[in-house]
């Protein structure tokens, strides 16, 4: 550019910043100093005069308690996409959840247990190790009898693992006769509470120091009961017809002699792969395993099912394979990895009595 040209150039965008200055000095009319008025505030919400669990009084005339509820009712009334996403949820499965606690005498209130542990979330899983959507640790899975192994884990089953939950919630209220400790404890250990219990001289759950998580577990609860129980009040609005609606399935109960592949099965069903895990998400591998089980396939597929699986039993073999024997193993150990029993390997093996050794080779059909 030549340079008679640059220096025209320079000079008008010289001229026009001090018109810029000019005018917001004033020089041409009133300009008010005043932010503009914002088109949209994030709401603010009073947090309410008084709280229940299961029907027991939360003491928000303390100032720690009332503190500690408002932590965790702000993050639930702000958490907008999470809130929805209960909402279309809820419909699916609250309905079930409703009819099983009322049948056993339970509280309402313990529906939203599974909204705080899981999102209601069947593929749930925490760093902790606690699975499905009622988040249990696997020994106490097994202490309520969830099967667990390389092929199942029950966890994952809405219906049992709900079961599981209500039987535990229960066992804690009657060991601890109050409902907040007994949530409390579902979230950290019974023994953990009964500890906290004995050293601070104090069995309300609202005066105990505990780990961080489980203190603000029942607030959590609490405030998501009370944005779930009024969504429009604190301006969630999900229109009729968007929420997630239960679905139509039928149970077939099968034998199987080994495992049978989830694509074979779901081939059988007429369905994909995935639509097959979804429907059973406590298969946690690629097969289903032997022996006698129940499966969910949609409305109208179980007698196509359960041909398929009939054509598929008939041209079934099968699988030897071969296990050395490490140490640490035992029997029962190396039956669950194979999703076998202990009686079926000694029965494979000859084995009289429970005893291996170390570098013992095992045949083991599959």
């Known amino acids: 550019m030549p340079l008679e040209r640059k220096c025209r150039l320079g000079v008008l965008v010289l001229v026009v910043i001090m018109m810029l200055g000019f005018y917001g000095a004033g020089g041409w009319g009133e300009i008010d100093s005043k932010p503009a008025a914002t088109a ?17 009084v939360v003491p928000l005339g303390s100032a720690d308690v009332r503190e500690r509820f408002d932590r965790e009712f702000t993050i639930v009334t702000q958490s907008h996409a999470q809130v929805y996403l209960w909402l279309k949820r809820m419909e699916r499965y609250f309905p079930w959840i409703e009819k099983q606690l009322a049948s056993r005498g339970l509280p309402d ?7 705080a542990e899981s999102d209601l979330m069947a593929s749930a899983v925490s760093h902790s190790g606690a699975a499905g959507p009622w988040q ?24 049992k693992s709900a079961t599981a939950a209500f039987r535990y919630l229960k ?18 250990g019974e023994s953990r509470i009964q500890t906290e219990i004995v050293k601070q001289r104090t069995n309300s759950y609202y005066s105990l120091k505990l780990p961080l998580e489980t203190e603000r577990y029942v607030f959590r609860i609490l405030a998501i009961k009370e944005v779930l129980n009024n969504p429009e009040k604190y301006g969630y609005h999900l229109p009729k017809g968007a929420g997630y609606q239960p679905v139509i399935l039928e149970k077939v109960k099968i034998q199987l002699p080994g495992p049978m592949p989830i694509a074979a099965a779901a081939e059988s069903a007429g369905v994909t792969y995935r639509e097959l895990k979804m429907l059973n998400p406590c298969f946690v591998s690629d097969v289903i395993p032997k022996g006698e089980l129940t499966v969910r396939v949609p409305e109208g597929r179980a007698k196509r099912f359960e041909k ?16 050395k024997v490490s ?18 390997i000694c029965g494979w093996n000859k084995i009289a009595g429970n005893k291996i050794k170390v570098g013992q080779t095992l045949k083991i059909y599959r």
């Not at 249990?136 to 219906?159: H, K, L, P, V």
């Open 40 to 56: 949209w505030l994030v709401p603010y919400f009073e947090l309410p005069a008084r709280a229940e669990l299961c029907g027991e």
């Open 327 to 344: 140490r640490g193993e035992t029997l029962d150990s190396i039956a669950l990895k194979y999703n076998s029993t202990r009686q079926q």
């Open 136 to 159: 249990f640790m696997a020994n106490t899975a097994s202490c309520y009898g969830m099967a667990q192994s390389t092929a199942i884990d029950e966890r994952y089953d809405f219906e």
């Open 171 to 188: 066992d804690l209220h009657d060991l601890f006769q109050n409902w907040a400790l007994a949530v409390a404890a579902y979230n950290c």
């Open 109 to 115: 209130d313990l529906k939203y247990v599974t909204v």
């Open 308 to 323: 398929g699986v009939e054509t598929w039993k008939s041209t079934f073999k099968p699988t030897l394979l071969v296990h």
